[in-house]
């Protein structure tokens, strides 16, 4: 079974494309709907008892829980340590169930992959990517977002060009779905030929 890693900046089109990655019908785990999982479940009681007042019902209020530890390396530390062995657990079953579904290719969809030395877990990187103008325009549709906090969240993230550069495949969404299903479809058929790479 191959693993490929997907990733790509804010507004980029990641989430679309792993949407059409599964409609290929290849699994795909999303790391964000994990962590949202947990937040909800698992791992809320864990996260009240380090940070008082961050659950709300049961659940993780995520804003309370971000305004709580954004600034504090130590305190962002100790919800790591809470969160990722939780999230190993649940990516591990996701591999299980892959395999034993005999699937060719998963797909691993991780908004810091390489921020957080992902890439060293999968045997290939696709970045999703498009024109920085387009992803301006896509994120500040969504309503959500005004230019200074955009401008924050990109400056966080690996610059898309040298996301490009480490990739091995790239998707640009720049032009509609088609494009990106035609690209799906070629990825899908070259990780299968590519050695196993992952540590």
Do not use: C, W
């Not at 940070?51 to 919800?79: C, E, M, W």
């Amino acid at each position: 079974m191959r693993i490929l890693g997907l990733t790509g900046s804010i507004g980029m089109g990641k989430s679309t494309t792993a949407k059409l990655f599964a409609e290929a019908g290849v699994p795909v785990y999303d790391a964000d709907a994990a962590v949202h999982q947990l937040y909800e479940g698992e791992a809320a009681p864990a996260i009240e008892a380090a940070f008082p007042g961050t659950t709300v019902n049961g659940k993780v209020d995520r804003p309370k829980l971000s305004a709580r530890v954004v600034h504090d390396p130590a305190a962002i530390k100790q919800l790591e340590q809470i969160v990722h062995p939780m999230l190993g657990a649940s990516r591990q079953k996701f591999f299980a169930e892959a395999e034993a579904a005999a699937a060719p290719v998963v797909v691993l969809d991780i908004p810091l992959l390489f921020e957080t030395g992902g890439e060293k877990r999968v045997d290939a990187v696709v970045v999703v990517s498009t024109s920085p103008e387009l992803q301006r325009e896509r994120v500040l549709a969504r309503g959500t977002m005004d230019d200074a906090k955009l401008d924050a969240i990109i400056a966080k993230q690996t610059p898309d060009t040298e996301k490009r550069k480490r990739a091995d495949f790239v998707v640009d969404t720049s032009h509609g779905l088609e494009p990106v299903r035609a690209q799906i479809a070629h990825i899908l058929a070259e990780v299968v030929k590519m050695p196993q790479r992952r540590a």
